[in-house]
């Protein structure tokens, strides 16, 4: 009866990652596995206020003192569109720097395949020192969010 057990289980892992991959290839498109924190934080308090997308095209709003994936609020769906127009933006900054602090400081993460590209900007928008990518992917990325949240 035991291996009954285990052989259900098997082939209804089997199963589900067969599905998850047709899922995938349906769409014609092949997704970049990133995740990118959009947010902002510090001062007296230290709370950090933000955005998260992950590679399927999630959004979700966060606020705390520390980030934490359990603590998010789904906000929305993004489409095939929007998710390939990072795509592409996300090309164009894979390169640049930009790492700026002050009391109040926002800041852009892309996770992408367990490596980490980290900006961050004194107050709220990248100034004129940023490069026209980076302000380009900023503006992408908070124009789609804010189209969400309306």
Not at 49 to 73: C, E, P, Q
Not at 76 to 98: A, H, M, P, R, V
Not at 114 to 139: C, G, H, I, M
């Amino acid at each position: 009866m035991k291996n009954y057990y285990y052989i259900f289980l098997l082939l209804l892992l089997i199963s589900c990652c067969s599905s998850n991959k047709e899922i995938s290839s349906k769409s014609g498109e092949s997704f970049l596995y990133y995740n990118i924190i959009l947010g902002e934080g510090g001062g007296f308090t230290g709370n950090q206020n933000g955005f998260y997308i992950d590679t399927l095209g999630v959004v979700k709003s966060f606020s705390g003192i520390t980030f934490s994936k359990s603590k998010m609020n789904n906000i929305g769906q993004l489409s095939i569109t929007q998710i390939n127009e990072i795509n592409n933006l996300i090309q164009t900054i894979k390169d640049k720097k930009y790492n700026q602090a002050g009391n109040m400081t926002s800041y852009l993460v892309l996770t992408k395949n367990n490596s980490e590209l980290r900006f961050s900007w004194e107050n709220t928008v990248p100034d004129k020192n940023a490069s026209q990518e980076l302000l380009s992917f900023y503006y992408k990325v908070t124009d789609i969010i804010n189209k969400l949240n309306k």
